[in-house]
């Protein structure tokens, strides 16, 4: 039988083991325990670098869209703008237009207005009258050549510029004898209103005068 005695430096050396071991245990924790510590801390620099990193892209990310945000609405103020002065102009040639068209209008309603209200024919003036020369009416009694009597008469009327009018109220008016019954078939009222149909009484003289010299 082994006896259980142990001496006591026995003792003495399983205590400092012990001590020791224990003292190497507690070491080791602790070591764990920075390592654990170093990466913890090393996670929350490496979280905090990526956030901040994150940060600042989302921030640059604003910015950019800020920008073109502000650029896009500037460039739409500005086609607003362009549009805005395109129909400004669009709308003062429109009224440039209608009153160009309004003026052309209320200047055809003037003469028509005009030609409406005075008569058919235009007496010369007196400026025109008096600076070229004049010649005296002629006088027909169907005795004298028809045709000298038409040519001078044609004469007559060109050098003195008379009108349609004017010219058939001076055949009228230069009848003399058996010439002058041709008015007769004539009525008054044509005679006395020539601006109506001036030039169809002149015509209707001349055919009724040229008959009479024929047949005489």
């Not at 929350?44 to 604003?62: C, F, L, P, R």
């Not at 055809?108 to 024919?121: A, D, S, W």
């Amino acid at each position: 039988m082994i006896s259980a005695y142990r001496p006591a430096w026995f003792y003495s050396s399983t205590v400092c083991l012990y001590a020791s071991g224990q003292e190497r245990l507690e070491q080791e924790m602790r070591s764990g325990q920075e390592g654990l510590e170093k990466v913890r801390s090393g996670q929350e620099g490496m979280k905090s670098q990526i956030q901040a990193h994150v940060e600042s892209q989302v921030d640059e990310i604003k910015i950019h869209v800020h920008g073109c945000i502000g650029k896009t609405e500037e460039e739409i103020q500005c086609a607003k703008l362009k549009i805005e002065e395109v129909e400004n102009e669009v709308q003062r040639k429109i009224k440039g237009v209608e009153e160009n068209v309004q003026e052309k209008i209320s200047n055809f309603e003037r003469r028509i207005k005009e030609l409406e209200e005075r008569p058919n024919y235009f007496p010369a003036s007196q400026e025109f009258m008096s600076s070229r020369p004049t010649l005296k009416p002629l006088t027909f009694d169907g005795r004298t050549s028809w045709t000298v009597f038409k040519t001078q008469l044609d004469v007559v009327s060109s050098t003195n510029g008379w009108t349609d009018f004017l010219k058939a109220s001076q055949l009228v008016a230069s009848l003399r004898g058996s010439a002058a019954e041709v008015l007769q078939g004539i009525p008054a009222d044509k005679l006395t209103d020539l601006d109506s149909g001036a030039n169809v009484t002149l015509l209707r003289l001349l055919f009724l005068l040229k008959s009479i010299k024929a047949s005489s």
